[in-house]
């Protein structure tokens, strides 16, 4: 039996978990540092209190029981990988030998370290561990607001930095959270502010004029403070500075300025770009060895064209399924496919029942966008959420 070892339980490895686990004539192993997969893509609704914690994330373990015993899952961090001898190791060499090896580790916020302080003194929105303690951090600043009068006076800012696609949508998402929450019950968020720090002269840098614009005009009208053509010298742990010495003071700061891979990655002298992303041919293994895939966040995809496509979840599913696509031809003795991935859209969230989708042929704006935004994700997690509860109750009746 052919053994598959998939690391990594975001969205490129359930995607390829999912194409695969049909098969029983393989065993499949997943295996991520967490026991969830965190939907990301929400992550920034979880932050300001709209969605509940326990629809951000799909558990690995309900999951995977659901397809069989021949799909096991494995909770642990990943050390290594020694390519040439076909193993990993995790937990203090503990190794796990493998036919085929997909990497989809993903990526971690790159706090830039020429820029002073901004790793001890900003967070990063890339995990669940994040996210939540955000969450908790604001509602507990909101309960203090509440509780006491004087405190509610005094002002309270959020300085978040990047106003690329992550920055924007938390930006609108928790603007729009404080105005509500201004609105319908207290006085107590009068003196909250988000300030958006974007580098360049419009956020969401890179998409279509318009979308920009309206992004922007959005932002305004929920009473975003946007600094554009800023760049961040430094920052103290109140504080930061910005080019031309202008100072923004803060009580919590977010740093969404970029990613960079895995630091897995780091460790196993692969070829990579600067962002330490793995270079891949275009069946999306990695060159010297074709029974190793690299998919999602932790490569450098390419559409067919050879341009660079941006890091989404959108690329790190289709990504998983080509990749299991050509498993499956190896498994076959058939050659591997060229991997067509390309992007059919983008949706972004601005705060409330607010979505842009550009779908390149059209743009939908506003509530229906908002609502396109919703469906598109309902598609990706509930079918997940209905095979966990059948892992769950094949795990029950097994305690039983
Ligand atoms: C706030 C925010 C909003 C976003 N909005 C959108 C959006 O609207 N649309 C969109 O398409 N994209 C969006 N993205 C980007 C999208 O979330 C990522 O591109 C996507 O998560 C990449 O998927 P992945 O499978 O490569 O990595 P991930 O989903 O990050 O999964 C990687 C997994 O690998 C595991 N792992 C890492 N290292 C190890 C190790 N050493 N051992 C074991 N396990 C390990 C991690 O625990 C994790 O579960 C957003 C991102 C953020 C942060």
Known sequence: MKKIVIIGGGYGGVSTLRRLAGRKDISITLIDQHPYHFLQTEGYELVAGTLPFDQSFVNLHTLCSSYGEHVTFLHAKVDSIEVDEGKIYYHDRHELVYDFLIIAAGSVTRFISSIEGLRSCSHGVKSLTGAFRMKQFFENELFLRLENDKHAKEHYSVVIGGAGLSGVEIAAQMQH????????????????????????????????????????????????????????????????????????????????????????????????NKLGQIIVNKYLQLPDHPEIFAIGDVAEIRDGRGKLIPDTAQVAIKSGQCAAENIRCLLEGKSPKEAKISIKGLAIALGGRYAIIDLKWIRIYGIVGYFTKQLVESLYKWPLWLRCRIGFQKTRSCQI
């Open 177 to 272: 959270y404080f105005n509500r929450y201004y609105k319908s019950n207290t006085l107590a968020c009068a003196t909250l502010q988000i300030h958006l720090i974007a580098g360049g002269h419009s956020v969401l840098k890179g998409m279509h004029t318009k979308i920009m614009a309206k992004a922007e005009e959005r932002l305004n009208d929920l009473g975003v403070i946007i600094h554009k053509g800023a760049h961040i010298e430094s920052v103290e742990p109140h504080c930061a500075c910005l080019e031309g010495g202008k100072k923004l003071d803060f009580d919590f700061m977010i740093f969404t300025g970029g990613i960079m891979a895995s630091p897995l990655i780091a460790n196993l002298h692969l070829d990579t």
